[in-house]
């Protein structure tokens, strides 16, 4: 293999199988496929077996506090997948969909890499089956109808200083956060401060990945929360009827996507919050559609465990009853590096391993506090040196915990193949016995605290009067029940981004708190959190290139 290949190089030389021939390992017959094209299908919701639910084996892939180039999370989640069914095991792979904002800016496209990924790359990394697209637009809708109903009257009352209710867009531009609409005269609606965020942090992101049904789905739409009435008094997407009309822009979105991974496995590619706004997490589902249809089901969370694994095991998990068996840590050399001070990550460096090992500790520490013992995957980078792999095995070790390399990005399945061993022979044990950190009923500030000390290592929790007034008006409201969806830089274990390593002797402080009544979570916002990020410098997008016969390269 040539391991110098790009991804789209690897993914565009692979044959890809028509989605039938996908569909019959999963002993689906191809008239249940909702086709769009060759190679991808949506699947109706009717495949849902609750018992069946119930009796597969759900694997979580989470990770170390990553560098900004991400520590490959989707590409082990594909790798483990091929692994598991190179040893026999049906299994599925359950992952978000890229957003676009990611794809042409820094990180990249989100369909895994090397020989370990999800096909048909470049559709599934662009447009894929319009599901952003949809999610979009019932999002504008709502912000149309909202500044309509304040243009013909306003018979709700509606302050036009309290609309929480923002447009969004899936793509990086630092230029519509904030904005001024209304402009131009009377027939051009009304004046008033606006924005947009990036499509991913909408709340119909959110329900859509929380949603069981499609009256599931109506119903947790008609309870967003868009503002207040004059008299400070809750309006919601109800009151204006939207509920409805956006239900139908999503009635296909809500269908999660069939494709397959380089070695023809299937892979389930749905929904696509980001996990430091968000919960982080593919959809309820097609979770469950994955286990309805396979006996092992990979997926994954957001950057580290301290964002999207937490929110996937306290929100996602205990609202759809699942119970997830393994959880795998990723962790590659250049983040230990990184977190152990070592500004060029690239640059082989035995002490910061050594140092930067702190950072992985806390976050198998916090796995544990699930009742979870995890596993260790070694994500393998080139330049990576058998000294610094030895290093992690044998510190992981000291604390009974399995470090396994992970070589799927060279070799594909067959560089999973003692990880998803390990997988199954955890599994088989029945040792993990998974179980929240917190009870949804405890008091907001309860909650906040308990994350906050448990998984950030933080001594404690301090609050803005905005955040307190918030809390204050949410408990009024009758909403404090709800779980907890932390908004935190990625970066660090604490709210300072600047912080590597494993941060001690540190406050969190709570700037805003948020209220997402149709998703059913609470948002206290820490640091500065950016909802419409930016280009860099160089976006991704200038490296890349289409040709006349359509031939797209330098998508990553």
């Not at 017959?29 to 639910?53: F, Q, T």
């Not at 997490?281 to 950057?303: C, Q, R």
Request: aromatic share 6%; proline share 4%.
């Amino acid at each position: 293999m040539n391991q110098y290949k790009s991804d789209i190089e690897i993914a565009n030389a692979n044959k890809i199988l028509n989605i039938k021939k996908i569909a019959r390992k999963l002993d689906l017959d191809s008239s249940v496929l909702e086709r769009y094209g060759k190679y991808k299908a949506k699947l109706p919701l009717s495949l849902i077996d609750d018992e069946k639910v119930k009796k597969s084996h759900l694997i979580l892939v989470s990770a170390l506090t990553p560098t900004p180039a991400g520590e490959g999370k989707t590409t082990v989640s594909v790798g483990l997948a091929d692994g598991l069914n190179k040893i026999g095991k049906k299994t599925t792979v359950v992952l978000r969909e890229p957003s676009l904002g990611p794809v042409f800016g820094i990180k990249g496209g989100a369909a895994g890499g090397g020989y370990a990924q999800v096909i048909p790359m470049e559709e599934i990394n662009l447009h894929f089956t319009g599901d952003f697209s949809a999610v979009e637009k019932a999002n504008n809708l709502l912000s149309a109808l909202i500044d309509n109903h304040i243009h013909f009257k306003n018979e709700l009352r509606i302050d036009v200083r309290q609309i929480f209710w923002k447009r969004v867009m899936d793509m990086n531009d630092r230029s519509l956060r904030n904005i001024t609409i209304g402009l131009g005269g009377k027939t051009d609606g009304v004046p008033r401060m606006d924005g947009f965020n990036i499509t991913p942090a909408s709340e119909v992101m959110a329900i859509l990945c929380l949603a069981n049904s499609l009256d599931d789905l109506k119903q947790k739409l008609g309870n967003i929360l868009i503002g207040l009435n004059l008299d400070g008094e809750p309006i919601y997407a109800r009151d204006l009827k939207a509920e409805n009309a956006m239900t139908i822009l999503l009635k296909d979105a809500i269908k999660p996507n069939l494709v397959q991974t380089l070695e023809h496995n299937p892979a389930i590619i749905h929904g696509g919050p980001f996990a430091n706004i968000a919960q982080g997490t593919n959809s309820v589902i097609a979770t469950k559609m994955g286990l309805s249809l396979s006996d092992y089901v990979v997926t994954e969370a957001g950057f580290g465990a301290d964002l999207g694994a937490e929110k996937f095991l306290d929100i996602k998990s205990v609202y759809a009853g699942l119970n997830p068996e393994a959880v795998i840590l990723v962790a590659t050399i250049r983040a230990l590096r990184h977190h152990g001070g070592e500004k060029d990550f690239n640059k082989p460096n035995l002490d910061a391993v050594e140092k930067g090992f702190a950072n992985l500790e806390k976050h198998i520490e916090n796995i544990k506090k699930f009742n979870i013992t995890p596993i260790i995957a070694i994500n393998k980078f080139i330049g990576d040196t058998d000294e610094e792999i030895k290093l992690v095995i044998n510190k992981a070790a000291e604390l009974n915990i399995k470090a396994i390399l992970a070589e799927e990005w060279e070799k594909g399945s067959a560089g999973t193949v003692d990880l998803a061993n390990e997988v199954v022979s955890m599994i088989d044990k029945k040792e993990n016995h998974f179980k929240p950190l917190y009870d949804w009923n405890l008091p907001i500030k309860d909650k906040i605290k308990i994350i906050a000390r448990e998984i950030y290592g933080a001594n404690d929790v301090e609050y803005s009067k905005k955040s307190l007034s918030t809390i204050r008006k949410i408990d009024k409201l009758g909403y404090s029940h709800l779980p907890i969806v932390m908004a935190k830089t990625q970066k660090s274990l604490s709210d300072n981004p600047a912080k590597i390593g494993r941060p001690t002797g540190f406050n969190v402080v709570v700037r805003e708190v948020e209220l997402n009544t149709g998703a059913g979570f609470i948002i206290p916002i820490l640091g500065k959190m950016m909802r419409m990020p930016g280009l860099p410098s160089k976006p991704a997008s200038a490296n890349m290139f289409i040709d006349n016969d359509g031939m797209v390269t330098g998508l990553s």
